[in-house]
């Protein structure tokens, strides 16, 4: 529909962005299936929302809110070389740029595709 080309247009143009919630005390969540699929995480998890609130420390309180799910990454360069920390082995050095907000070890991971999280 035209709709879905004008939001993809916006997304090309890094004016739109598929996001996701980041569970708080009083997190935004979508309308529709998405927020639906928000809804059954924090139930299936047992996540209790009062507990992202801290009385006592209320600058440690989580609000929540959203968070882009996709992060464009700009200036990637690599090398391969001799490992400095292991004697025979190569070593890939990876350099790039994330905006702010992003979390370089999601990229990393993305790159790595390792089967077990504790791999990383």
């Given at each position: 529909?035209g709709n879905?080309e004008?939001?993809?247009?916006?997304?090309g143009r890094g004016?739109?962005?598929v996001?996701?919630?980041?569970?708080g005390?009083?997190a935004?969540?979508?309308?529709g299936?998405m927020?639906?699929i928000d809804?059954?995480?924090?139930?299936?998890?047992?996540?209790d929302v009062?507990?992202?609130?801290?009385?006592?420390?209320p600058?440690?309180?989580?609000?929540g809110?959203?968070?882009?799910?996709l992060?464009?990454?700009t200036?990637?360069k690599?090398?391969?070389r001799?490992d400095?920390?292991?004697?025979?082995?190569l070593?890939v050095?990876?350099?790039?740029?994330?905006?702010?907000?992003?979390?370089?070890?999601?990229?990393?991971r993305e790159f790595m595709?390792?089967?077990?999280i504790?791999?990383?």
């Open positions: 529909s879905i004008k939001v993809n247009y916006a997304i004016k739109a962005a996001t996701g919630a980041v569970v005390y009083d935004m969540f979508v309308k299936v927020g639906e809804h059954a995480v924090i139930e299936d998890e047992k996540i009062r507990e992202f609130t801290i009385p006592d420390l600058f440690l309180s989580s609000s809110g959203r968070r882009t799910l992060a464009p990454f200036g990637f690599w090398v391969c001799v400095d920390l292991n004697a025979g082995k070593a050095y990876l350099s790039f740029t994330l905006k702010k907000g992003c979390y370089a070890t999601s990229l990393l595709k390792a089967d077990k504790t791999a990383y």
